[in-house]
């Protein structure tokens, strides 16, 4: 069984820097991942696919990287709205999700 | 535009049902593979299942087979999760989803864009 894990937990990054958060999964998933940042009471919304594929209408300071077992989302210069919950989910099978990285204000 | 429109909270005693609805818009309700997914408080996305619209086949998680439904009437491009048997522990917001693939492929691509706003059910005696 595949597991997601999430790196960390928890990451305090100042507006305008870069953050990157990590996603790793306990064996091989291709590129067959995604992105999404979730904001308190509202729902996940897609960033990212294919590993590195920006969804429609996502910033150019949003981008995604890696493949296998290995995954960064990168987020060039932070904005106020940036702030949230990211969580990593792999479809190389069944959809499964990280536990999620908190990106807080510094 | 793209819209998925559930219905409102529902609190429920422990051993009952509930039955969610997701209304779509925007789109050709049929050619996409709907998809649950749940979050308890606090707690990360755990992935239910899906539905082809087209057909009404579906494809549960392992984990909530013999108690999770999903349905749908093309009729008014709603479909529907319905849980059984329901303890606390299933006290969460229920996400209706749209899969990214055109239905036509075969199978979905099982990445989801846009989600409903979301149906906080809550298990409590």
């Known amino acids: 069984e595949i597991v997601m894990t999430q790196s960390p937990a928890t990451l305090s990054v100042s507006p305008g820097e870069r953050a990157t958060l990590s996603c790793r999964a306990s064996?091989?998933?291709?590129?067959?991942l995604a992105w999404y940042q979730q904001k308190p009471g509202q729902a996940p919304r897609l960033l990212i696919y294919?590993?590195?594929t920006r969804a429609t209408g996502i910033p150019a300071r949003f981008s995604g990287s890696g493949s296998g077992t290995e995954f960064t989302l990168t987020i060039s210069s932070l904005q106020s709205e940036d702030f949230a919950v990211y969580y990593c989910?792999?479809?190389?099978?069944?959809?499964?999700f990280g536990q999620g990285t908190k990106l807080e204000i510094k | 535009q793209v819209q998925l429109v559930q219905s409102g909270a529902e609190v429920k005693k422990p051993g009952a049902s509930v039955k969610v609805s997701c209304k779509a818009s925007?789109?050709?309700?049929?050619?996409?593979?709907m998809h649950w997914v749940r979050q308890a408080p606090g707690q990360g996305l755990e992935w239910m299942g899906w539905?082809?619209?087209?057909?009404?086949?579906?494809n549960y998680a392992q984990k909530f087979q013999g108690r999770v439904t999903m349905t749908r009437d093309t009729s008014i491009s709603t479909a529907y999760m319905e849980l059984s048997r329901l303890r606390s522990d299933d006290t969460a917001v229920y996400y209706c989803?749209?899969?990214?693939?055109?239905?036509?492929?075969?199978?979905?691509?099982?990445?989801?864009?846009?989600w409903g706003q979301g149906t906080l059910v809550t298990v409590s005696s």
């Open positions: 539905i082809n619209p087209n057909s009404g086949g579906t």
């Open positions: 925007g789109y050709t309700f049929t050619g996409y593979y």
């Open positions: 294919g590993a590195s």
């Open positions: 989803a749209r899969d990214c693939g055109f239905i036509l492929t075969g199978y979905p691509l099982n990445w989801f864009d846009p």
């Open positions: 989910q792999q479809y190389n099978n069944w959809p499964l």
């Open positions: 064996q091989s998933v291709s590129s067959n």
